[in-house]
């Protein structure tokens, strides 16, 4: 228990020494210490999930999930501590605040950071289901565009397509009717397009021969129609429209599993509204207050440092904190005298120096002089 008790303490930033002379102080920075540890844990796992969906399909994805997750688990961890450390409890409420607003604005940021990659996994399947939607919905709109797109370009080949399958349908229907005329013809059947008399005469072999024009003309015509279709067929091809198909459940459901941060990201905003436009509240709320809850999870324990009152560990380190101030000064005027003495003693000995070296040069000169 002392062993857990202490590491909270070091997870509260709190200086341990100071900190056992006052048992009073004790539960509340291990509040504090558990506070930061669990936020980090819960930013560890938010930052692994989100780097698995960074590698997700590669060999090493859980592995660099881990190393990731550890990383960021520690670096939220370093910035809670030294957030709820460096808050000044020697000055009143509204400078208090004023102080910690930054960290403040701060732990907000980090909350909304570490919350997101769990509200993507808490809202797997429901953001499954949007993406699925989402790439049918793209999968018609290309085809639809490929389709556009193709009919306007060839719409001339299309048009000439068309009218030789009018003309098909109607040389059909001229073959028929003139094949049964022929048959009237040749048994004699009086009617207001034959003569009606038996057997293959003058107006029979007319109407033969008007048959097989018409019949020659539908080769013509067929053998035509194949070729545009076999052209427009190969055209489609070209521009994809016969190798486009919308996607199947499976594919649908290969696709959403393998979906990118971004893109399970745009499906939890989306999940926000409906389909009409107006916006979902109960979604947009159910994914709001999970965020808002780890904003506040963040902010914790920043709140919980200013909100408790000044305590006798605050007022023990803020007169070690003045004392190691003084101390600090009381140094930095013993290196400024030492300095000085040092320097002066240097600029003494160096004059000292040079007297000796002039003197003993003019007494060099003066020996060496000649007054002859």
């Known amino acids: 228990m002392k062993k857990i008790t202490r590491f909270f303490w070091f997870c509260s930033g709190a200086h341990i020494d100071t900190l056992k002379k006052y048992p009073i102080e004790h539960n509340k920075y291990v509040g504090i210490g558990a506070t930061i540890f669990f936020t980090a844990l819960f930013a560890s796992l938010s930052g692994g999930y989100a780097m698995y969906f960074v590698f997700n399909g590669d060999a090493f994805a859980v592995g660099f999930a881990i190393l990731f997750g550890l990383l960021w688990g520690t670096a939220i961890f370093n910035m809670d501590r030294y ?13 208090q605040i004023l102080q910690a607003s930054p960290r403040i604005l701060l732990a907000i940021m980090i909350g909304i950071v570490i919350s997101r990659p769990l509200e993507l996994k808490i809202f797997d399947k429901e953001i499954r289901q949007k993406l699925k ?7 018609h709109r290309k085809i639809d565009t490929l389709e556009k797109t193709y009919q306007q370009k060839y719409a001339m080949e299309m048009g000439k397509n068309g009218d030789l399958k009018k003309e098909k349908d109607s ?15 040749v048994f004699g059947d009086k009617t207001n397009q034959t ?24 080769k013509q015509v067929t053998q035509n129609l194949g070729q545009m ?3 427009l067929a190969a055209r489609k091809d070209y521009e994809g429209l016969n190798s486009t198909r919308l996607f199947t459940e499976h594919q649908l459901d290969s696709l959403s599993s393998i979906a990118g941060f971004s893109d399970r990201n745009w499906a939890l905003g989306q999940l926000t509204y409906n389909e009409n436009g107006t916006r979902d509240l109960d979604t947009y709320l159910a994914i709001s207050f999970i965020g808002y809850l780890f904003i506040l999870f963040e902010c914790l324990p920043v709140f919980v440092k200013l909100m408790s009152p000044k305590g006798p ?6 007169k070690i904190s003045e004392a190691n101030i003084y101390f600090a000064e009381k140094d930095k005027d013993r290196d400024i005298a030492v300095t000085d003495n040092i320097y002066d003693h240097a600029v003494g000995t ?4 040079r ?14 002089h000649s007054y002859e």
Do not use: C, H, M, P
Not at 173 to 185: G, H, K
Not at 313 to 318: E, G, K, M, Q, S
């Open 83 to 95: 957030i709820v450390s460096s808050i000044n409890k020697e000055g009143t409420t509204n400078q």
């Open 133 to 139: 939607t989402s790439y049918l919905k793209g999968q």
């Open 171 to 185: 040389l059909e229907r001229d073959i028929n009717r003139s094949r049964y005329q022929l048959n009237q013809e």
């Open 195 to 218: 003569s009606g008399i038996t057997g293959y005469g003058t107006y029979a072999k007319q109407k033969q021969a008007v048959l097989e024009e018409k019949e020659n003309r539908l």
């Open 229 to 231: 279709d076999d052209y």
């Open 313 to 318: 560990y605050d007022v023990a380190i803020a």
């Open 350 to 353: 160096d004059i000292e120096r």
């Open 355 to 368: 007297k000796k070296i002039i003197t003993s040069q003019s007494d060099y000169d003066f020996e060496r």
